[in-house]
T-cell receptor, first 114, second 112 residues
Framework: AQSVTQPDIHITVSEGASLELRCNYS??????LFWYVQSPGQGLQLLLKYFSGDTLVQGIKGFEAEFKRSQSSFNLRKPSVHWSDAAEYFC????????????FGKGTTLSVSS | DTAVSQTPKYLVTQMGNDKSIKCEQN?????MYWYKQDSKKFLKIMFSYNNKELIINETVPNRFSPKSPDKAHLNLHINSLELGDSAVYFC???????????FGQGTRLTVV
C-alpha cells in the first residue's frame, strides 16, 4: 500500500532563509508525487508534480522538489522564503492504477519569522 | 470561473440532522473525489467516482452517501449527523485516477 511520511510537523524559518521540507513515500513502483500548499481557510493548491523524467522539478512561487528514488524521497525546497509562504504543506503520492486516489502525508506547518 | 466549486462553504447544524454538500467541476475531468480533513489537518480519501461510477469507498460510515448525477457533479449526503462528523470536507477532481487533483475551497461542517 502507498504511504507518505512528512517527518516535520512544524518548521519555523526566518524570512529570506532557505527552506527544505521533507517527504518520504512508500510505493512499489514509480509513483506520481505532488506537493500542495494550503493557506488558512483555503483549499489545496498544487505547487509541483513529478511523473517521470527529470528528477528536479520546478513549481510555482519559486518552489522546486527533487525526486530521489534511492531514498524514496521528494523534498521540497525554496532558496529564499517570503512571509507569504507561511502555510500548511502537504506531500502526496499517486499511482497509475485503477481504483487509487492521492494519499497525503500529515502535513508540515511552515511559520516564517521576521 | 471556479474550476471546482462546492457549496456551502460553512455548514452549522444540530446532531441528528441530515445535510448535503454539493460539488461541481468545469474542468471536463472524469474523476471526482471527496476528502475529509480532520482537526489535525489530516486529509483522508472518502470516495472516488470515475465517469459516475463509484470506484473508491473507504471505511466511511454508511450515513455518508455520495451521489454523482453526471460527470461534472459529485454530491455528499450525510444522514443522522454526529459530533465526530465535524470537519472540513473537500471535493476534488482529476483527469484520471490518482493524478493531479484540483481541489474546491472546502466545506467546514460543524455539528453542535
Amino acid at each position: 500500500a502507498q504511504s507518505v511520511t512528512q517527518p516535520d510537523i512544524h518548521i519555523t524559518v526566518s524570512e529570506g532563509a532557505s527552506l527544505e521540507l521533507r517527504c518520504n513515500y512508500s510505493y512499489g513502483a514509480t509513483p506520481y508525487l505532488f506537493w500542495y500548499v494550503q493557506s488558512p481557510g483555503q483549499g489545496l493548491q498544487l505547487l509541483l508534480k513529478y511523473f517521470s523524467g527529470d528528477t528536479l522539478v520546478q513549481g510555482i512561487k519559486g518552489f522546486e522538489a527533487e525526486f530521489k528514488r534511492s531514498q524514496s524521497s521528494f523534498n521540497l525546497r525554496k532558496p529564499s522564503v517570503h512571509w507569504s509562504d507561511a502555510a500548511e504543506y502537504f506531500c502526496a503520492v499517486g499511482a497509475n492504477q485503477a481504483g487509487t486516489a492521492l494519499i497525503f502525508g500529515k502535513g508540515t506547518t511552515l511559520s516564517v519569522s521576521s | 470561473d471556479t474550476a471546482v466549486s462546492q457549496t456551502p462553504k460553512y455548514l452549522v447544524t444540530q446532531m441528528g440532522n441530515d445535510k448535503s454538500i454539493k460539488c461541481e467541476q468545469n474542468l471536463g475531468h472524469d474523476t471526482m473525489y471527496w476528502y475529509k480533513q480532520d482537526s489535525k489537518k489530516f486529509l483522508k480519501i472518502m470516495f472516488s467516482y470515475n465517469n459516475k461510477e463509484l470506484i473508491i469507498n473507504e471505511t466511511v460510515p454508511n450515513r455518508f452517501s455520495p451521489k454523482s448525477p453526471d460527470k461534472a457533479h459529485l454530491n455528499l449526503h450525510i444522514n443522522s449527523l454526529e459530533l465526530g462528523d465535524s470537519a472540513v470536507y473537500f471535493c476534488a477532481s482529476s483527469q484520471r485516477m490518482a493524478t493531479e487533483a484540483f481541489f474546491g475551497q472546502g466545506t467546514r461542517l460543524t455539528v453542535v
